[in-house]
């Protein structure tokens, strides 16, 4: 009973660890492609957000994103944004 319990509370840290790196992806992806486009972080998270590119793009395919250069993570979700037609 004791082992089950470890075991669920180690299952559950690395799951917040996970959703912890993530969101931190999420946002040097929101403010450097801000930066590169002269906008402020929270005009590119409501361009994100209402496009769905969050969950959709950021967070769904962040085991391959996260390992991409900076410059190929902000050319791709500029190319995103522009594939969902939002300006």
Partial sequence: MLKLNF?????????????????????????????????????MYDKLEKSGLIDDYIFAHYDTLHTQSKEYIINDIKNALEAKGVR
């Fill in 7 to 43: 075991d669920i509370i180690s299952l559950s840290f690395k799951m917040r660890k996970t959703m912890d790196e993530k969101i931190s992806f999420c946002i040097f992806c929101i403010e450097n492609t801000a930066r590169s486009l002269g906008i402020s972080g929270t005009k």
